[in-house]
């Protein structure tokens, strides 16, 4: 599979962005997805990860209550809605799969996949 990210941008803060990740190749529902973030100066940084049939999320705490992941199965696309957005989540955004049967990791050496990042910045 390869993936596609876009979406990001500049927002003020307190807004809202939606990235989207989509997918090429077979068997996308397989695959955990998740999305990451790297801020310069600073390691990447696991954001939010779902399932493969979209039924289970897991969020950092950071962003728990104001970014919600979500996929569509049918258009090979997993997406993270982000609001209330704040300075410091300003960072390039990439979303990852990873092909596991059981549980949705938050380490970036779990997932196999990478996409290209795209910027989110936030102005304070």
């Known amino acids: 599979v390869q993936l596609q990210a876009f979406g990001g941008g500049l927002v003020q803060a307190g807004g809202s962005l939606r990235l989207s990740c989509i997918a090429s190749?077979?068997?996308?529902?397989?695959?955990?997805m998740g999305w990451f973030r790297q801020a310069p100066g600073k390691e990447r940084e696991f954001v939010a990860g779902?399932?493969?049939?979209?039924?289970?999320?897991y969020y950092a705490d950071s962003v728990k209550g104001r970014f919600t992941i979500s996929r569509d199965n049918a258009k090979n696309t997993v997406y993270l809605q982000m609001n209330s957005l704040k300075y410091e989540d300003t960072a390039l955004y990439y979303c990852?799969?990873?092909?596991?049967?059981?549980?949705?990791?938050?380490?970036?050496?779990?997932?196999?996949?990478w996409g290209q990042g795209t910027q989110v910045t936030v102005s304070s």
């Open positions: 779902i399932s493969g049939g979209g039924s289970s999320t």
């Open positions: 190749g077979r068997s996308f529902s397989n695959y955990v």
């Open positions: 990852a799969a990873d092909r596991r049967v059981f549980g949705i990791a938050s380490m970036a050496p779990s997932y196999e996949v």
